[in-house]
């Protein structure tokens, strides 16, 4: 046993391939959320290389769209800025579920490997450690496929936007949603799950009504963990 | 603060933006490397991480249309019965889109 979970943390060129492989069927859906952000970035007033720039460095859709609905002639720099790190705080957390596999590897090979993180390859990765498989090639190969695919959608959507101008109405707004309920439904499920998920979606709808914009995910996923703290599993593990 | 976004400014906001981002990406696992990594800590690691996406999916469910919970309902439905989340993701989206449709 001890010999196998010892195995769950490699890391090599041919991981980092299946892991590129198996995220690719999800990245072909984010040449469509890039291109839209492409699109819609020309419409707030961007120019080209700051589009392709915002999208190759930040890498991170959510806050790249919050960002558009703050600029202008002129951007409100700390507001910016807060907003794009109360979205993207989530990683924080996604970074510390990833650290019993990357604390095996050198400082260099762990950052390394996060400056790709984001939520699908992060989803996938966790799902294959819960079945004792090998996950941080999904995290790195994962992670360059929906990075060039993402950085490929925007330049598309700076030239092509106009064919996606409404992806809603085709159900492509629902894909990370349903991608994501997807690798929650495929984990484990108990009545002690169950339990955890109910807290943190009731913590994360609390706090998106109640508290100041985008804190709900942190919430309500620290809500979870305390939850699981509360509630452990005693029997096995020991 | 307002800063212009003429010129060069704009690149300037925009690495910012990447900065605050890669300290999200890097922050956690830094914070992590100081503290030791027990049974408590495991099992509090282990119920966050399914909570972040329970967490992210919430306010979505219940704030948007019918096309989007019929959505997730779909995929979720799916992935019960057949277990495979391509399936159950391309369900969820011919959902929504056939919904919106009507």
Not at chain 1, 22 to 41: D, R, Y
Request: net charge positive; with cysteine; aromatic share 10%.
């Amino acid at each position: 046993m001890a010999k196998e979970e010892a195995a769950l943390h490699r890391l090599d060129g041919a991981l980092a391939w299946e892991g590129f492989k198996e995220l690719l069927p999800i990245s072909l859906f984010v040449i469509v959320f890039g291109a839209a952000f492409g699109l819609a970035a020309t419409q707030a007033g961007l120019n080209e290389a700051s589009i392709i720039a915002m999208s190759a460095l930040v890498f991170a859709g959510a806050s790249q769209f919050a960002a558009l609905e703050l600029w202008g002639p002129q951007v409100p720099f700390f507001t910016l800025m807060a907003t794009v790190f109360a979205i993207n705080a989530r990683h924080l957390l996604m970074g510390a579920t990833l650290y019993p596999w990357l604390s095996h590897h050198s400082p260099a090979k762990r950052y390394g490997v996060m400056f790709v993180a984001s939520d699908a390859n992060w989803a996938m990765a966790m799902q294959a450690f819960g079945r004792g498989r090998p996950g941080l090639g999904l995290v790195l190969g994962g992670g360059i496929a929906l990075w060039s695919f993402w950085v490929l959608g925007t330049w598309l959507g700076l030239h092509f936007g106009n064919a996606v101008q409404d992806p809603a109405s085709l159900g492509l707004d629902m894909v990370m949603g349903c991608f994501l309920l997807a690798m929650v439904v495929g984990g484990e499920k108990n009545l002690r799950m169950l339990l955890i998920w109910t807290m943190a979606a009731g913590a994360s709808l609390l706090a998106w009504r109640y508290l100041p914009e985008n804190s709900h995910v942190v919430v309500g996923a620290l809500a979870g963990g305390l939850a699981g703290l509360a509630w452990g599993r005693r029997s096995h593990e020991h | 603060m307002s800063i212009e976004t003429g010129g060069m400014s704009a690149l300037a906001v925009i690495l910012a933006m990447a900065v605050v981002t890669l300290a999200t990406r890097w922050g956690g696992v830094f914070v992590m490397s100081f503290v030791p990594i027990g049974y408590r800590v495991k099992q509090f690691i282990h119920a966050m991480s399914g909570s972040v996406l329970v967490a992210l999916l919430a306010p979505l469910a219940v704030s948007g249309d019918h096309g989007a919970r019929l959505a997730l309902l779909t995929t979720a439905a799916i992935m019960l019965v057949v277990k495979k989340p391509l399936p159950a993701i391309a369900g969820g989206i011919l959902a929504a889109a056939l919904f919106r449709q009507l």
